[in-house]
Structure formats: structure tokens, C-alpha cells
T-cell receptor, first 113, second 111 residues
Framework: EAGVTQFPSHSVIEKGQTVTLRCDPI?????LYWYRRVMGKEIKFLLH????????ESGMPNNRFLAERTGGTYSTLKVQPAELEDSGVYFC???????????FGSGTRLTVV | KQEVTQIPAALSVPEGENLVLNCSFT??????LQWFRQDPGKGLTSLLL?????REQTSGRLNASLDKSSGRSTLYIAASQPGDSATYLC??????????FGAGTRLTVKP
């Protein structure tokens, strides 16, 4: 089966611009998660979708971040306007249920200059 | 709030050595624990998943143990190889379906 796919793999944008990251989970996985790793720090949870509903968005850093999962398939994470501290690697993961653990995508490396 | 700690932060060993990576967590009410590997510039690869009811899981040269009551897990790598060089991450999933990561252990295996 195809894995979790993330686009783009790399993105370099200027401060103040908008960037949209996309995640395609494994087909049939109702649970979709976004995480990010800022340079030198641990991976932190951003939010969790169950199908198209936001189950938990407690990790979203501020209102410049907007995640959507229309139709319960792929998800987008938009950062608007981007700030320097948003630089890092953004990971998406999907899971059919708790029992099976998570499958992660390769991540999107975001650099804000 | 669950906190996950990994020790050591970095480890360098000669090829062929057996080694142990440690992970500790503060809240023992977990659903499962997962070990991942991350290569530079790459995503996370799942290595082993241990359910809360299990004590250990094995895959090839890797063995992960879980002691939920003491909040500890170890990842044992036997006969290390240069290809094992990577960052190893421990992640704990709580009963409310949230996953918390440790900061990782950066492993270097020297030929």
C-alpha cells in the first residue's frame, strides 16, 4: 500500500508569505496527525483529525496556523503569515486506530527567511 | 502532561558493539509506545510498536522492552553496524490518542 505522502518536501519562503503543506494519509486511515520539529528540539504535536473533524488542536502554536481536512481524505496545513520561528520540519502521520500505531510521512522542511 | 525523556542525547560506538537506548515517561497510563528511526533529511521510520499489555517486541537485531509501571522503555541494538547510524525517537501514545515524543538519541556507529 502507498505510504503517507507529503508535499512539498522542501519549501523556502520569505517572512510574511503564506505556505500550504499537504498530507495524503494512507487510504482508509481515519486518524491524521500533524507534528513539527523545530531545530534542536523534540517533535511536538500540532493537531489530530478523525476523518474531517478536529479531535484535538491543542498543539497549534497560534492562529497563523490553519489545518483542514475536507472530506476526510487529504489534509492541508496553512501558515499565514509565516514567521522565522516557524522554520522546521512538519510531519504528517496517519493511523487506522490506536492498536496499529502511526505511519509517518517523510516530512516537509520549511525554511522561513 | 506526559513528558518523554531519552538518554543519552548522543552516542558513538564502534561497529559490532551491542547498545541500549533509554526512554522514560512520566505518565504510566499509556496505550502503546513506539520506537522510530530518523535518518538525516528523511522522515520517521517505525521500528517497533509495543502495546501497553506487552513487555517486549523484537525485530531482527532490535529488541524493545517496556516497563509501564516504572515508566521506562529500552531499545537494544545487537551487533551494531554503520548503517544503524541515525536518530532514534521514542514516542508514547496516551489513552486519548495523543502521541508525545522524546528529543531523540543520535547514534553514530563507527566502522
Amino acid at each position: 500500500e502507498a505510504g503517507v505522502t507529503q508535499f512539498p518536501s522542501h519549501s523556502v519562503i520569505e517572512k510574511g508569505q503564506t505556505v500550504t503543506l499537504r498530507c495524503d494519509p494512507i487510504s482508509g486511515h481515519d486518524n491524521l496527525y500533524w507534528y513539527r520539529r523545530v531545530m534542536g528540539k523534540e517533535i511536538k504535536f500540532l493537531l489530530h483529525f478523525v476523518k474531517e473533524s478536529k479531535q484535538d488542536e491543542s498543539g497549534m502554536p497560534n492562529n497563523r496556523f490553519l489545518a483542514e481536512r475536507t472530506g476526510g481524505t487529504y489534509s492541508t496545513l496553512k501558515v499565514q503569515p509565516a514567521e522565522l520561528e516557524d522554520s522546521g520540519v512538519y510531519f504528517c502521520a496517519s493511523s487506522p486506530s490506536l492498536t496499529y500505531g502511526y505511519t509517518f510521512g517523510s516530512g516537509t522542511r520549511l525554511t522561513v527567511v | 502532561k506526559q513528558e518523554v525523556t531519552q538518554i543519552p542525547a548522543a552516542l558513538s560506538v564502534p561497529e559490532g558493539e551491542n547498545l541500549v537506548l533509554n526512554c522514560s515517561f512520566t505518565d504510566s497510563a499509556i496505550y502503546n509506545l513506539q520506537w522510530f528511526r530518523q535518518d538525516p533529511g528523511k522522515g520517521l521510520t517505525s521500528l517497533l510498536l509495543i502495546q501497553s499489555s506487552q513487555r517486549e517486541q523484537t525485530s531482527g537485531r532490535l529488541n524493545a522492552s517496556l516497563d509501564k509501571s516504572s515508566g521506562r522503555s529500552t531499545l537494544y541494538i545487537a551487533a551494531s553496524q554503520p548503517g544503524d547510524s541515525a536518530t532514534y525517537l521514542c514516542a508514547v501514545m496516551g489513552n486519548n490518542n495523543d502521541m508525545r515524543f522524546g528529543a531523540g538519541t543520535r547514534l553514530t556507529v563507527k566502522p
